[in-house]
């Protein structure tokens, strides 16, 4: 989705568009449709419950109740959603899906120049990642690589990006309902011409999170994600503290925390967490041990 459910002022543009017959429009709309209905279901669901809530009742209780249920149905209905969209898209007279529907972006020749912030258009893959384990295997390959350039131990790119994506399950989808890939949250500032998606997320503000609307970047494969995250983290001055900690996870994490990567106070916990947890040492015993590595290339210096 595009925008926030609750952001009533782009719905005239929307509606404009659709009248149009603008597939990515329609689309859009009946996103927004469908986020809104399992909004409106949680908050039903949830006055229905017979009991008091474990906190009491209070204003701050029912605010923030009803940020994690605009939250929850923001990740219910994304990428495929629960199908309501789709049938919608349908009997308004949308093809089976709309993405079909859009039209092809500029495709550049072998000649031009391609770089890492604008790729050259294609049919985006599906994700099939079906637990941590497929996850971490398809993109372990890349974090090595992304690793080698930042002197980064991979397992910590492996434990951000699950961190940022609960091990792949949650990537926000791009503006055509694929996914996004991307897979570090980065967002597209101004320096950014490749595509975007605008997409509700939880900032804190003195330690309070806060709903805001930011534009994501969005890319067209996992290679093209690992390449803009490494190109981001070494060519920004700001995280110039982020490179060079080897096997240090912990400092690594301490230094993405330090130089404002997220605003959330517990980033660098969150990603040491992850690093040590059980799921992380299951996925990298598998990967270190296995006889089919799928890349060969040698760890950074330091690196484990």
Do not use: C
């Amino acid at each position: 989705m595009t925008a926030t459910i609750t952001d009533f002022n782009q719905f005239t543009g929307l509606r404009a568009a659709a009248d149009n017959n603008d597939p990515a429009a329609l689309r859009e709309v009946a996103g927004q449709f469908e986020a809104l209905f399992l909004q409106t279901m949680l908050k039903n669901m949830r006055e229905a419950s017979l009991g008091d809530p474990i906190f009491g009742n209070s204003d701050q209780h029912e605010m923030y109740q009803g940020m994690l249920d605009q939250q929850l149905a923001l990740e219910m209905a994304s990428g495929k959603g629960i199908g309501l969209a789709d049938m919608l898209v349908r009997q308004l007279g949308g093809s089976e899906s709309a993405k079909l529907s859009q039209p092809d972006r500029e495709v550049r020749t072998a000649s031009d120049p391609v770089s890492s912030k604008s790729r050259v258009a294609k049919s985006k893959p599906e994700p099939t990642w079906s637990d941590p384990k497929s996850f971490a295997r398809d993109i372990w390959p890349h974090a090595m690589q992304a690793g080698q350039r930042l002197n980064v131990a991979p397992e910590a790119i492996v434990a951000q990006a699950a961190l940022e994506t609960g091990w792949g399950a949650h990537v926000m989808p791009d503006t055509n309902g694929d996914s996004s890939f991307n897979l570090f949250g980065i967002k597209a500032g101004s320096n950014w011409d490749g595509d975007q998606v605008s997409r509700q997320t939880l900032e804190f503000e003195g330690g309070v999170p806060q709903p805001q609307q930011a534009q994501f970047r969005t890319y067209n494969d996992v290679a093209a994600t690992f390449d803009d995250y490494a190109e981001f983290l070494s060519d920004n001055p700001r995280y110039s503290t982020v490179s060079g900690h080897g096997a240090d996870v912990a400092g690594f994490a301490q230094a993405l925390q330090a130089s404002g990567y997220a605003t959330d106070p517990k980033y660098a916990d969150k990603l040491t967490r992850i690093l040590d947890g059980p799921t992380m040492r299951s996925v990298m015993s598998e990967l270190k041990n296995s006889e089919s590595r799928p890349i060969t290339a040698q760890l950074p210096s330091g690196a484990r």
